[in-house]
């Protein structure tokens, strides 16, 4: 599975920001589909990840309640919507895949498709 994430920029504190995650020759439908991030100088931190199987999504506690993901299949896009941004959600975010769940879906290896990661940068 080839993605091509896109959507970042810079932006104020407080704004939100939608991310995009293209997948080429399929659907994410039935895949196990997540966020990471990466800010100056820190390791890969786990954002969120959902499989649309009935399946509850996973939210790291510091984006809980401020980002979400949804899916458009006719576009074979996933989406990152994230809300009432802060300076320390500053990050390289990237979009990756696996195809069954995992019990470790927090752990970044665990994934084995990454995209090429999108640029955040929110100012106080």
């Known amino acids: 599975v080839q993605l091509q994430a896109s959507g970042g920029g810079l932006v104020q504190a407080g704004d939100s920001l939608r991310l995009s995650c293209a997948a080429s020759g399929r659907t994410f439908s039935g895949l196990v589909v997540g966020w990471f991030r990466q800010a100056p100088g820190k390791e890969r931190e786990f954002v969120l990840v959902?499989?649309?199987?009935?399946?509850?999504?996973k939210y790291a506690d510091s984006v809980k309640g401020r980002f979400t993901i949804s899916r458009d299949d006719a576009r074979k896009t996933v989406y990152l919507q994230m809300n009432s941004l802060k300076p320390e959600d500053t990050a390289i975010y990237y979009c990756?895949?696996?195809?069954?769940?995992?019990?470790?879906?927090?752990?970044?290896?665990?994934?084995?498709?990454w995209g090429q990661g999108t640029q955040v940068t929110v100012s106080s």
């Open positions: 990756v895949v696996r195809t069954y769940w995992t019990v470790r879906w927090y752990d970044p290896h665990e994934y084995p498709y």
């Open positions: 959902t499989q649309w199987s009935g399946r509850t999504p």
